[in-house]
């Protein structure tokens, strides 16, 4: 089964304490593009303009992923500036230029509206409404946001969440959101505002699902050394989401492992630059990261 994935395409400039490096292929519909695609077919929601390089669109191309929902328009392309400390869970945006952005109405090809899994990446709430307006019964929807959006646009974000049916945000947006500093009862509160799944994502600390069937506390995969972080959080909501896709049948049942995965194809996105490691990885690799995190966590 597909994936439809809508986000933002991006070119990012990214500096860490060890290195620089200017206009990579980034955005959050790219990083959850390229980890879904390790599991399932996937289509690609968002606009890029004239100046986005023909060889990252090759790349996605190479990935399997359906361009016919990414539009090329006149103007620029989103671009978007951060800088990292030496501790890399703190990060500094230093420049967002929306381009073609700013005047985006996602049209979706008559084939993607009956997609069943949807993935709702980063990007203003109002755009995740105009897609979700156009989509047919869909099985799972998934939406992502970031702390702008709390704080620009939290009227449009609440009226999403009634439609959704899960939600993945990080420790500090779920206090925002929630008011509450203790992450059980900021789940349960986000419970209340929509989603029956909540995932509250806690960086190199793993992530916690809230949900029906309980709580679940799904492992970081460990890494002794990360290069770049920028865009974990949107690999591990593309690859939990390509991994449901893959399974198919009651979601519910398979939330758990699509976690793992999500996790895994995370780590190998923070070993690289931009894109560049979760490109050149293997389903037999992450097969093998997902086989060692079940390991690193049982007790018997
Ligand atoms: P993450 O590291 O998971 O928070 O995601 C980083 C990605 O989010 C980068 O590739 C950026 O291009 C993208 N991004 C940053 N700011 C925004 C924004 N305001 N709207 C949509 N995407 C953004």
Redesign the pocket.
Known sequence: MSVLVV??T?L?SIKTPRAEAPRLL???AS?AALAASFFAPVRLVGIVGRDFPGRYLALYRRRGIDLAGLQVAEGRT?H?AGEYEVNMNHRR?LR?ELGVFERFQPQLPAAYRTTPFVLLA??APALQHHVLDQMRWPRFVLADT?D?WLNTALPDLLRLLRRVDALVLNDGEARQLSGEDNLLAAARRIHRLGPAHVIIKKGEHGSLLSGPDGLFLCPAYPLARVVD??????SFAGGLMGYLARAGGNPRRHLRAAMLHGSVVASFCCEGFGVRRTTRVTRAEIARRVAELRRLARVD
Not at 229 to 234: E, F, K, L, Q, Y
């Open positions: 986000g933002s991006a990012d980034g955005g959050s990083h989103f978007w945006t967002t980063n990007i970031m702008l972080p920028t865009g974990a959080g949107d």
